[in-house]
T-cell receptor, first 115, second 111 residues
Framework: DAGVIQSPRHEVTEMGQEVTLRCKPISGHDYLFWYRQTMMRGLELLIYFNNNVPIDDSGMPEDRFSAKMPNASFSTLKIQPSEPRDSAVYFC?????????????FGDGTRLSIL | KQEVTQIPAALSVPEGENLVLNCSFTDSAIYNLQWFRQDPGKGLTSLLLIQSSQREQTSGRLNASLDKSSGRSTLYIAASQPGDSATYLCAVNTGFQKLVFGTGTRLLVSP
């Protein structure tokens, strides 16, 4: 079974540009998570969805960040406009079941560099 | 606010040693605790998940314990191998699938 698939694996872009990160969760999983990892702050939950509906976006740093899940097999995280401090590794994860009884499965991440 | 701390931040051991990684959390109201492994340039791989009602979980050479009342968990690795070299992260589930991660322990096992 394929794991969580993220694209692109690496993204380098200039400040002010729009960045779109993509994620395909594991088939059958009804939870999808977006995380950001930096040296300074570690791993932080940005937003998560249940059955394609955003449940908690309290971790989204600013209005420049937005996330969508138009269907059960696809999600995007968008940054517009991007800034150098957005440089980080962004992970998508998925899981099944309520209350976190099942482990979360992570993709390999997108390494984002904003120049 | 839940805070998760891992000690030590880095650990270097020779192959074959048994070792213990520590994780502590400030709020005992958790649903479960997970241990993950992260290899350089890769995502996280779930190793063990301990429900709040459980005391320990075992998988092969790995054993994780949970003492919810004292806010502590340990990951025991038996007979370490060079392939165990990675960063190990613990994460507590504060409810409704929200994970709070520790800062990680970077493990190096030398041949």
């Amino acid at each position: 079974d394929a794991g969580v698939i993220q694209s692109p694996r690496h993204e380098v872009t200039e400040m002010g540009q729009e960045v779109t990160l993509r994620c395909k969760p594991i088939s059958g999983h009804d939870y999808l998570f977006w995380y950001r990892q930096t040296m300074m702050r570690g791993l932080e939950l940005l937003i998560y969805f249940n059955n394609n509906v955003p449940i908690d976006d309290s971790g989204m740093p600013e209005d420049r960040f937005s996330a969508k899940m138009p269907n059960a097999s696809f999600s995007t995280l968008k940054i517009q406009p991007s800034e150098p401090r957005d440089s980080a590794v962004y992970f998508c994860a998925s899981s099944s079941g309520d209350m976190g009884g099942q482990p979360q499965h992570f993709g390999d991440g997108t390494r984002l560099s904003i120049l | 606010k839940q805070e998760v701390t891992q000690i030590p931040a880095a650990l270097s051991v020779p192959e074959g040693e048994n070792l213990v990684l520590n994780c502590s959390f400030t709020d005992s109201a958790i649903y479960n605790l997970q241990w993950f492994r992260q290899d350089p340039g890769k995502g996280l791989t779930s190793l063990l998940l301990i429900q709040s009602s459980q005391r320990e979980q075992t998988s092969g050479r790995l054993n994780a314990s949970l003492d919810k009342s004292s806010g502590r968990s340990t990951l025991y690795i038996a007979a370490s191998q060079p392939g165990d070299s990675a960063t190990y992260l613990c994460a507590v589930n504060t409810g409704f699938q929200k994970l709070v991660f520790g800062t990680g322990t970077r493990l190096l096992v030398s041949p």
